[in-house]
Antibody, heavy 119, light 108 residues
């Protein structure tokens, strides 16, 4: 059974860079799946940030594209998210999730990590 | 992008009652690439339904999904105590995939 686990700082300074990692167990990061990031501001709905394939192919939400970078580390079986120039509006629970190729739902999710943007 | 509107915002029901949740796409959608997720406080979303009407692995048959044009419905036939949660719909047939704002099913 696949398990995903987010890790990273819980607080980021305004204008700084949010950096998170998602460790994957029970599946290979090089499997035929897309690896996603989704966020949820407190009390609000879910927002897709983007996805990455093990070949480093990426797709990002146009609303965040200018600030987002994703990468994979095959040696550690993990993938990462960087979000630059953060503001209070980026305060959210960040989830990593897995999806099969093509048009597919997110079948496995990490438990989520709360990131607060604050000075 | 496909905008999804869920209604009602909150549904107050008793255990054993039937729950009917709506998710409407503002634009025409070319396929039934619609999923429903359940989210309990402090937990990640859990996939319930995909392809508008197919249950994910291990999901009880009291959960069912349907589609009529741009209207999608999640029905819980008889609410169990563990079903009180927030439910999100998601359209994943185009990029970016989008979510509705959620419907909270609370105990009356």
């Amino acid at each position: 059974q696949v398990q995903l686990q987010e890790s990273g700082p819980g607080v980021v300074r305004p204008s700084g860079t949010l950096s998170l990692t998602c460790g994957v167990s029970g599946d290979s990061i090089s499997s035929n799946n897309w690896w996603n990031w989704v966020r949820q501001p407190p009390g609000k709905g879910l927002e897709w940030i983007g996805e990455i394939y093990h070949t480093e192919s990426t797709n990002y939400n146009p609303s965040l594209k200018s600030r987002v970078t994703m990468s994979v580390d095959k040696s550690k079986n993990q993938f990462s998210l960087k979000l630059t120039s953060v503001t209070a509006a980026d305060t959210a629970v960040y989830y990593c999730a897995r999806a099969a190729p093509g048009s597919s739902p997110f079948d496995s999710w990490g438990q989520g990590i709360l990131v607060t943007v604050s000075s | 992008e496909i905008v999804l509107t869920q209604s009602p915002g909150t549904l107050s029901l008793s255990p054993g009652e039937r729950a009917t949740l709506s998710c409407r796409a503002r634009q025409s959608v070319r396929s039934s690439f619609l999923a429903w997720y359940q989210q309990k406080p402090g937990q990640a979303p859990r996939l319930l339904i995909y392809g508008a009407s197919s249950r994910a692995t291990g999901i009880p048959d009291r959960f069912s999904g349907s589609r009529s044009g741009t209207d999608f419905t999640l029905t819980i036939s008889r609410l169990e105590p563990e079903d009180f949660a927030v439910y999100h719909c998601q359209y994943y047939g185009s990029s970016p995939p989008t979510f509705g704002q959620g419907t909270k099913v609370e105990i009356k």
